[in-house]
């Protein structure tokens, strides 16, 4: 299979790490992930990599907590998540580096955006952890600000949803599922595929977004090599 990006930004759900469990970490799910992942490593793809922290927390639970402790929570989730994921890569053999945008030097490196280009250069996978470091922006955001930082071509976002809908179809069985969307029709349509500053960031830095379920075996390698799942949006 020939990659059709050299470079890829790969935004996963926390709660994609949690299984059929829907909370924490399950150990299968994640070597399972890892493994689809380092099937693209394996073509040559630079990878990178940023893990929600839903699994765990979200900032919007500690609804009577204030709003940016909560979010400082959330992003020690993510470093949880971040941790996990670097684990199952080097047990299957896929030299991994965890850098953390809030400084936990035992733990991983700082975020340095030179740093992180050198670790691509060297076929490092690298996982951004705590999302931009500052609490009210969400890991989406994280996504599309280190996407935009590292020059990536597209960022994966592997979600529970096999596409995106005009509606959740989930409740509304009359959804829409589109396969190709431009940025603006997601900003004008408010289709919630990542909150507005995220959207708004890829827009603004022309950058793809490639929207499939993680769930299915080989959909990573597939989205890698262009092939017509999930939505494309450009």
């Known amino acids: ?38 099937k693209v490593k394996d073509l040559g793809v630079e990878i990178a990599i940023v893990v929600g922290g839903g699994n765990f927390w979200r900032g919007r639970t500690g609804k009577d907590m204030d709003k940016a402790t909560a979010d400082y929570m959330g992003m020690l989730a993510t470093v949880m998540n971040s941790l996990a994921l670097q684990d199952a890569f080097l047990a299957i053999g896929a030299k991994a580096k965890v850098q953390t ?36 922006f969400t890991t989406d955001t994280a996504a599309a600000l280190r996407a935009a930082e590292i020059g990536a071509d597209v960022i994966l976002l592997a979600k529970n949803v096999d596409a995106v809908y005009s509606d959740d ?11 190709r969307l431009t940025h603006k029709e997601i900003l004008d349509k408010d289709l919630k595929v990542m909150d507005l500053t995220a959207a708004t960031l890829c827009k603004d830095n022309n950058i793809a977004i490639h929207v499939f379920a993680i769930s299915e075996e080989g959909n990573v390698l597939k989205a890698v090599c262009g092939e017509n799942i999930g939505t494309i949006i450009e």
């Not at 935004?11 to 380092?38: C, Y």
């Not at 945008?101 to 490092?124: T, V």
């Not at 179809?169 to 396969?179: F, L």
């Open 101 to 136: 945008a809030i400084e936990m030097r035992e733990i991983g490196e700082p975020y340095a955006r030179r740093k992180a280009l050198s670790n691509l250069e060297h076929k490092d996978i690298v996982i951004f952890g705590a999302g931009t470091g500052n609490p009210f």
């Open 1 to 38: 299979m020939e990659p059709k990006y050299r470079r890829i930004l790969l935004k996963i759900s926390g709660e994609a790490l949690a299984g059929g469990n829907r909370f924490g970490i399950d150990s299968e799910t994640v070597v399972k992930i890892a493994k689809e992942i380092k």
């Open 169 to 179: 179809p989930v409740t509304n069985p009359d959804a829409v599922k589109y396969d």
